[in-house]
């Protein structure tokens, strides 16, 4: 079943990808199997997103906070990511995936920067998804980073408007999420896109990341299709 079916799709996707060291836990494995498992879902997801014709999708892999985490959880975790770069780009490059990163690169292992550079530049040109990896993100120091380029480009406070701002974001040539799924049963957004997500539409679910399947993200899709997006403006008589 593809994206057809459904009454309307949404164009960009953000994802919180949560619940892999519970789904770990419950199995008595040991927190990074989780985040194996977590890493080995990514591509199933994003080839459904596709079919379904998501556009765009963001996906919170690792935030600024996370650095807090045991040393030996933060080192797995990074070499989860070089070992899915390495096997697993060249199938996304053939398969049209356009990979971009949103995030710091500052604090990451300089081989690590190489490889995810690398991998942006070549599958810039690809079209058929955007594959947007939130990497080292936080909400607020997105915020805090495009003040600070906003400042050094001598923009001026009666220049600054929210189209503008929106530009010195990480995501500033993407267009905002309309919606938002949390996996893991949580209900907040972990400083995940909190300009972009403004009047996204929110979904959660009690689901793990590792199991999140095509119909779970269906599922997901189906609500969105359900709901009127208002904007803060008043409701129509037929709502």
Same mark, same amino acid.
């Given at each position: 079943?593809? +994206?057809?079916?459904l009454?309307?799709v949404?164009?960009?996707?953000?994802? !919180?990808m949560?619940? &892999?060291g519970?789904?770990a836990r %419950?199995?008595?494995l040991?927190?990074?199997?989780?985040?194996?498992? +977590?890493t080995? &879902?990514i591509?199933?997801?994003l080839e459904?997103?596709a @079919?379904?014709?998501?556009?765009?999708l963001?996906?919170?892999a690792?935030s600024?906070?996370?650095?807090?985490?045991?040393?030996?959880e933060?080192?797995g975790l990074?070499?989860?990511l070089?070992? &899915? !770069?390495? /096997?697993?780009?060249? @199938?996304?490059? *053939?398969? #049209?995936v356009q990979?971009?990163?949103? #995030?710091?690169?500052? #604090? !990451?292992?300089?081989e690590?920067?190489?490889r995810i550079r690398?991998?942006?530049e070549?599958t810039k040109?690809n079209?058929?998804?955007?594959?947007?990896?939130a990497?080292?993100? +936080?909400?607020? $120091?997105e915020?805090?980073?495009?003040?600070?380029r906003?400042m050094?480009?001598?923009?001026? =406070?009666d *220049?600054?408007t *929210?189209e503008?701002?929106?530009?010195?974001?990480?995501?500033?040539?993407?267009?905002?999420?309309d919606?938002?799924?949390r996996? +893991?049963g949580?209900? /907040?957004?972990?400083?995940?896109l909190l300009?972009?997500?403004?009047y $996204?539409?929110y979904?959660?679910?009690?689901?793990?990341?590792?199991?999140?399947d095509? %119909? %779970?993200f269906?599922?997901?899709?189906?609500?969105y299709?359900r709901r009127e997006r208002r904007?803060?403006?008043? =409701?129509?008589p037929?709502?």
């Amino acid at each position: 079943m593809g +994206g057809s079916e459904l009454k309307r799709v949404p164009y960009h996707v953000g994802i !919180i990808m949560d619940g &892999n060291g519970r789904w770990a836990r %419950e199995r008595g494995l040991p927190r990074l199997a989780g985040h194996r498992a +977590g890493t080995e &879902n990514i591509r199933r997801v994003l080839e459904a997103a596709a @079919e379904f014709g998501v556009k765009v999708l963001t996906l919170y892999a690792f935030s600024t906070e996370n650095w807090a985490r045991p040393l030996e959880e933060v080192q797995g975790l990074m070499r989860l990511l070089r070992e &899915n !770069i390495d /096997r697993q780009l060249p @199938e996304l490059h *053939e398969k #049209g995936v356009q990979i971009r990163h949103s #995030g710091r690169l500052t #604090g !990451i292992d300089p081989e690590l920067q190489e490889r995810i550079r690398s991998a942006v530049e070549l599958t810039k040109d690809n079209d058929r998804i955007i594959l947007n990896v939130a990497f080292n993100y +936080g909400g607020r $120091a997105e915020i805090l980073d495009a003040v600070r380029r906003l400042m050094e480009d001598g923009v001026r =406070p009666d *220049e600054l408007t *929210e189209e503008l701002f929106s530009r010195y974001l990480y995501t500033g040539d993407l267009p905002d999420p309309d919606l938002i799924i949390r996996t +893991g049963g949580e209900y /907040r957004l972990s400083n995940f896109l909190l300009w972009q997500a403004a009047y $996204a539409e929110y979904y959660a679910t009690p689901t793990y990341w590792p199991d999140f399947d095509k %119909e %779970e993200f269906r599922k997901a899709l189906e609500e969105y299709a359900r709901r009127e997006r208002r904007f803060g403006r008043v =409701p129509t008589p037929e709502s």
